[in-house]
């Protein structure tokens, strides 16, 4: 059993940045591919970023490319999302997520992810 912790969400003005971070139990956090998704009133839970297990590699979605940054810190079973840039549109609760069996280096599909946080809600306003 994983447990994970989102943390970090809030109020920002367009423009403003934020850190979210996800907490994760298990003594082999080195080995899960993380990802940050994101639900926004009404619409469907989409993709945010991933990272592989060795935190080389990264994936984001289109809309959020040169304004948010995944990493991991394997020392604290810790992932983040560092949001800079804010706009209105990337208000949303905010998801990380774990894949723990299997290995797949990063992934954009909410399907191949197996433990999820509790969400943080984060609001830009304009």
């Known amino acids: 059993q994983v447990q994970l912790v989102d943390s970090g969400g809030g109020l920002v003005q367009a423009g403003g940045s934020l850190r979210l971070s996800c907490a994760a139990s298990g003594r082999t956090f080195s080995a899960y591919t993380m990802g940050w998704f994101r639900q926004a009133p009404g619409k469907e839970r989409e993709f945010v970023a991933a990272v592989s297990s060795s935190g080389r590699s990264t994936n984001y979605a289109d809309s959020v490319k040169g304004r948010f940054t995944i990493s991991r810190d394997s020392a604290k079973n810790t992932v983040y999302l560092q949001m800079n840039s804010l706009k209105p549109e990337d208000t949303a609760v905010y998801y990380c997520?774990?894949?723990?069996?299997?290995?797949?280096?990063?992934?954009?599909?909410?399907?191949?992810?197996?433990?999820w946080g509790q969400g943080t809600q984060v609001t830009v306003s304009s």
């Open positions: 997520a774990a894949r723990v069996f299997g290995y797949v280096r990063t992934s954009a599909r909410s399907d191949d992810y197996d433990y």
